[in-house]
């Protein structure tokens, strides 16, 4: 079983940057890909970003250039680092195992004009 907990979400301007964690327990982390996704209200959960095992990475076009995803095995912590922040990426951000049920609790992300 794993648990992953997110953290660094916060309320930002315009433009902002944010970076937010997403630490894992379980000794299987280095081994498997780890996604980022958010929910926006009254909207469906969407793909952010995605990292493999190999530290190979993907994003959504919505978020291509402005979002970095990156992984420490050594601290079990995947993170997102997300600049140029616009209104529209106001959402709550889930972390989890890529194609499991293992998902953290979300950290909401505010940014305002």
């Known amino acids: 079983q794993v648990r992953l907990v997110e953290s660094g979400g916060g309320l930002v301007q315009t433009g902002g940057s944010l970076r937010l964690s997403c630490a894992a327990s379980g000794s299987t982390f280095s081994g498997v890909a780890i996604a980022w996704y958010r929910q926006a209200p009254g909207k469906q959960r969407e793909f952010v970003a995605r990292i493999g095992s190999n530290g190979n990475t993907a994003y959504a076009d919505s978020v291509k250039g402005r979002f970095t995803i990156a992984r420490d095995n050594a601290e079990n912590t995947v993170y997102l680092q997300m600049n140029s922040l616009k209104s529209e990426d106001t959402a709550v951000y889930y972390c989890?195992?890529?194609?499991?049920?293992?998902w953290g609790q979300g950290t909401q992300v505010t940014v305002s004009s």
């Open positions: 989890g195992v890529f194609r499991s049920p293992y």
